[in-house]
């Protein structure tokens, strides 16, 4: 069984370019394993983190990607909960989700409810399950609370800022541009902060009345998530979801406590994926929020999957609103 792909693959860390298309020849899937035709490809900011070599690839030449839809085309020995034909999607290693096909272990797939749409389900599987992770496992947010999402008119946290209003509490949100602050209102942000223009901490407790919020989620790192600690109430909590601006570094325990009573997390989705006792199960609830009309994915940007340069480019520059797809 003869089976070609075309994969997004890297011969060397770098820039954009680096990217490139090349046809490959896949094993038919093993025990346990499934064949996957894809039909649309997430991008996220981790892919560019593989690209750079900043987190590097088990090898290289290699492909990137961690996060895909589409339907499977065979099945391996042993496979039990999926057959030809099965609607699926997964996020997570192992890397390589830039391909037209894959081979992948069938316990990493999920299946896709019919009312989800692969396009959607590219986007949803990292930064939905992100969202998920978030509101039902690091900290439970409830009506009366008040949450400041950095960078609220992007992918995750468009996501963010609706399903943090579906339960009930206020968002203000910082975003670059006016344009960006048009999303993030429409989205459920009830403040927007321009951040090129305004300091957002002194924003958000003019906001608040000076009271603060109860959480911040922060996906730039460095100064940011140190000033991110200014906006929180006592007993408030900043969440770092990314290095995108500069790498974590450490956080002076006097600036968290006792005064302030402070905390600070830097969860992981894929730690998330992981320790789930039952992904589907997982999945299904992020899915529910999809199919109830409370969170609708927003895919800014689709392009073929010999453009992922492109889409690197645009997502480095910030220049995009709501999630990126590679359609193969």
């Avoid at 081979?103 to 949803?124: C, G």
């Avoid at 509101?135 to 946290?157: E, I, K, M, N, P």
């Avoid at 100064?223 to 600690?229: E, G, I, N, P, T």
């Amino acid at each position: 069984m003869s089976i070609r792909a075309h994969e997004v693959r890297i011969a060397a860390y770098g820039a954009a370019d680096a990217l490139f298309l090349q046809e490959v020849e896949l094993p038919a899937p093993g025990a346990g394993e499934v064949l996957v035709r894809q039909h649309a490809v997430g991008i996220n900011f981790i892919d560019i983190y593989h690209r750079r070599g900043v987190f590097p690839i088990p090898r290289l030449p290699g492909a990137i990607g961690v996060e895909a839809a589409g339907v499977v085309e065979a099945v391996g020995p042993g496979v039990v909960r999926l057959e030809a034909g099965d609607r699926v999607a997964y996020a997570g290693p192992p890397v390589g989700s830039y391909a037209s096909a894959r081979v992948l272990p069938e316990a990493a797939l999920v299946k896709l409810p019919d009312a989800i749409s692969f396009e959607a389900a590219a986007t949803l599987m990292l930064q939905g399950m992100t969202a998920h992770m978030l509101f039902t496992r690091v900290r439970r947010v409830s009506a009366g609370d008040t949450v400041l999402v950095h960078a609220a008119a992007g992918g995750l946290g468009l996501l963010l800022v609706q399903w943090a209003k579906a339960l009930g509490a206020r968002v203000v949100g910082t975003v670059g541009s006016p344009e960006k602050a048009e999303h993030a209102l429409r989205a459920g942000c009830s403040d927007i902060i321009l951040y090129k223009q305004q300091d957002f901490a002194t924003e958000t407790r003019r906001l608040t009345d000076g009271a603060g919020v109860d959480v911040v989620y922060e996906g730039l790192g460095g100064d940011v998530l140190l000033k991110s600690l200014d906006c929180l109430k006592p007993f408030g909590l900043a969440v770092n979801l990314g290095q995108v601006g500069e790498p974590l570094g450490a956080v002076e325990l006097a600036r968290l406590g006792p005064q302030r009573s402070l905390s600070v997390a830097v969860p992981g989705v894929f730690a998330h994926l992981r320790t789930l006792s039952d992904l589907q199960s997982g999945a299904n609830e992020m899915f529910a929020m999809v199919t109830s009309g409370a969170v609708a994915p927003t895919v800014g940007l689709s392009l073929p999957l010999a453009d992922a340069g492109e889409a690197h480019r645009r997502l480095e520059a910030g220049t995009t609103t709501g999630s990126l797809i590679l359609i193969p």
